[in-house]
């Protein structure tokens, strides 16, 4: 059974930093592209971050660029998203994704419209980040 679990969020002051993780089982995702989306009430579901393993690459949405930071842990089949400077706009629950038919993260010419959410099949629980002003 393939699962993702998340951890790591929790309540924060703004211009603070939390550490997400994403531990996947039931399957290895040394060819995969791992991406975090994240929801926050009343808004619609958006892309913040993927790392692939397939060509090495990483994306960031232009809201946590230079602010976040994602990475991969092959060993402990774990990508971790590392979040500094935190702000009140970053609440929301964070989820993890992956599917087998996605290799390669968004570019900057395709934006998430390459990863489109909807067809992803694996999804973590979600964790939640709350950043306090």
């Known amino acids: 059974e393939v699962q993702l679990v998340e951890s790591g969020g929790g309540l924060v002051q703004a211009g603070g930093s939390l550490r997400l993780s994403c531990a996947a089982s039931?399957?290895?995702?040394?060819?995969?592209?791992i991406a975090w989306f994240r929801q926050a009430p009343g808004k619609e579901r958006e892309g913040v971050s993927c790392?692939?393993?397939?060509?090495?690459?990483?994306y960031y949405s232009d809201s946590v660029k230079g602010r976040f930071t994602i990475s991969s842990d092959n060993a402990e089949n774990t990508v971790y998203l590392q979040m500094n400077s935190l702000k009140p706009e970053d609440t929301a629950v964070y989820y993890c994704a992956a599917d087998p038919l996605f290799l390669f993260c968004p570019t900057p010419r395709t934006g998430w419209g390459a990863l489109p959410p909807d067809t992803l099949d694996y999804w973590g629980q979600g964790t939640q980040v709350t950043v306090s002003s």
């Open positions: 039931g399957f290895t995702f040394e060819d995969y592209a």
């Open positions: 790392i692939s393993r397939s060509d090495g690459s990483t």
